[in-house]
């Protein structure tokens, strides 16, 4: 475990310098273009716990990490084909088709997450599992309009999870940590994005974990009181309410390098 979690740092800095190099980046201001990396070094980060040390938990079971998989990739190929909707000399019908796709793809993955993960559960439950992984990527994606406002947001969701769960061990809040620390280095300093992969991750971890760790009703409960959040917060920390609040306005800089 010592080694797989001294690999963090490393895996940072080769997702990030491999997406640059690809030319996988994201516009985040005229001539500016950072690497959406930062999602696959989320996804990384989970694979290392569903693979080692082996664990009877359904959240970190190899169905769960396909599910996550899918979700990244999907994220992937909307931040992919969304960057080069100006280098289709504008067919935005291009991109709509394969936004189309790309949400048969989600639909699809979610419906077989959920006949073959909660299938004995019932109809409601399966129903509420697919509800869940459909619904809280896209809205953990509308919070990410700046530079580590996701990150800020998951920071609550992370100190949520902890609470809810037996005491852990002290490797593991400090894995957790780093990643955390990796990702609000990187996106602080100008380096990385989440992007829309990061985004879908984020919220496909948030998922999973209400459908794990919560009873049906209250999955039902924090899928709504989260999506809710994320309509307000939306609104809060719209780009306008941020310069018109000076605490949001301090809250929204802090960490982030000034340029």
């Known amino acids: 475990m010592t080694i797989l979690f001294l690999t963090l740092p490393l895996m940072a800095l080769v997702f990030m310098w491999g997406f640059r190099d690809a030319g996988w980046c994201k516009a985040v201001r005229p001539h500016e273009y950072l690497p959406y990396s930062l999602g696959a070094l989320v996804l990384y980060a989970y694979a290392v716990l569903c693979t080692y040390p082996p664990t009877d938990s359904a959240f970190f079971s190899y169905l769960s990490l396909s599910i996550l998989v899918t979700l990244w990739l999907v994220g992937f190929l909307y931040d992919y084909y969304g960057e080069r909707i100006d280098q289709l000399s504008g067919r935005v019908r291009i991109f709509y088709r394969v936004s189309r796709l790309l949400i048969m793809i989600l639909i699809a993955a979610a419906l077989i997450y959920s006949w073959f993960g909660f299938k004995e559960a019932g109809f409601l439950q399966m129903a509420l599992v697919f509800m869940l992984l459909i619904c809280l990527p896209h809205a953990v994606a509308q919070i990410d309009t700046g530079p580590l406002r996701l990150w800020k947001v998951s920071i609550f969701v ?102």
Do not use: C, N
């Open 158 to 259: 992370m100190i949520a999870v902890f609470a809810s769960l037996p005491v852990p061990a002290f490797v593991e809040v400090l894995y957790a940590v780093t990643v955390f620390y990796l990702i609000f280095v990187l996106e602080g300093e100008h380096q990385a994005v989440l992007g829309m992969s990061g985004s879908f991750t984020i919220g496909g971890l948030i998922a999973l974990w209400i459908v794990h760790a919560l009873s049906l009703f209250e999955q039902f409960l924090a899928g709504m009181l989260l999506i809710l959040a994320v309509v307000i917060g939306k609104h809060i920390f719209s780009t306008k309410a941020v310069m018109k609040t000076s605490f949001l306005r301090f809250v929204d800089h802090v960490g982030i390098r000034k340029t």
